[in-house]
């Protein structure tokens, strides 16, 4: 494939990407033209996920469109005809995976000189990764971002056809794309993106750069795709948004927000509602009023939290205190009895003190989570922190990190315990990873749960009596 003019390509421009203006979000209805419904006809695709669940969900729309367009889902990389990866670039380490991948994924495009190797996701929406790409990975056809999913079709009879390399990325606010296609990944679970983007801009993270301004689906078009899921027998369905507290806001002429989209979704015949991301400072009484009154929404809350410390705190951006995050724990904690919460901690920001960790440590210990996702500070190019004065030795973070992490499992283990000698309601996900005879599910509060039953139960919620607690999953008996 040609690369000689590399300035016909669009790439990223991440000060662009920072504006946010007060214009009207666009939505567009996609339609696959005519001229594209056969290309894919006796080929077949392969899209490889990383990350979060906005990734596998975007993942299952590249498939839809896919094999709307005639493609098969390819059984090895070996026999692909298209290969994708839908990236991450969320801290160093996940792009460090990925650089990996297309190194080795090099040796199939000298077996088939004729495979499309696509980059997508995050990644592709950032400057050092687009110029890396252009430099020393020729051998990379596709290049597209978070925003023009719904262009694939084009590009793909571009790098088909034309054998042209394709390089386009937008850094814009971004629009809404409604009818696109979806081939889901699970029987009974299933995704639902209720908003995109983020306006938070924590300094640390890279997500509002790469993924646009926070913009709503409209409640129709929500509560329709629900419906159908209803149609098709699904059970479960995770409302995705990188922090659904704001759903609504953005809304010019109408007031309406998460809690009441969670009211209308209660009603839709959907056995359980779950929902992935949240923010502390948009999270309203009205959300936890209709938690408490829902009975499909589960009692489970993810609330990063990502320091205890308020001069960490301030430093992310994060408008809050860890006494006013405790005290919106204890209204949720009350609202909702019994809920389960668990979080996400960064530790090693730059700047971050002994005295800092310790009141992380002391929140944990207040906050009864039961469990978090723990990282140490990742520097990402383009965002405030990368430039924030660090001076704190790798392996005081790391030791910052097992220290947490301990203290973050003494919860687990209480969390798991709380439910021992209780019937808990599990929908069965598949068999044990370790025991062919054994099924797993989770209950209503988010715990793993291993029994022993039919494989016949998978997809169905069933009555389990825990007899078990240890600190990762629960063992129980069917009931
Ligand atoms: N370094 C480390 N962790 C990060 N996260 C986001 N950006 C970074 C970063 N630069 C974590 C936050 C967020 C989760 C999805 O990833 O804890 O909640
Ligand atoms: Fe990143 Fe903060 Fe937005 Fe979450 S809320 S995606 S951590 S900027």
Redesign the pocket.
Known sequence: MSNIDIEKYFKPDLKKARKRSQNAIEELHFKLSDAYQKIGVNSSYMIHTYG?QGNEADTETMAGILELMGFSKATSEAESDVIILNTCA??ENAENRIWGELGRLKSYKKQNPNLILGLAGCMAQEENVVERILKKYQYVDLVFGTHNIYKLPQYIETAFYSKERVIEVYSQEGEIVENLPKIRNHQHKAWVNIMFGCDEF?T????PYTRGKERSRAKEEIINEVKELVVDGYKEITLLGQNVNAYGKDFKDEHYTFGDLLRDLNDLGMERIRFT?SHPHDLDQKTMDAMRDCEHVMPYFHL?V?SGSNAVLKKMNRHYTKESYLEILNRLKTTVPGISVTT???VGFPGETDADFKETLDLVDQAHFEGA?T??????EG?P?ATFEDDTPEEVKKERLYILNDRINDGYLIGSQRFLNQTVKVLVDGVSKHDEHVLAGYSEHNKLVNFKGDPSLIGQIVNVKITVAKTWFLLGELL
């Open positions: 979060c969320i801290r924590c640390y993270c890279i997500v991301t990063p990502q996400d901690i960064i996702f990282f140490v500070f990742s520097k990402r965002t922190a």
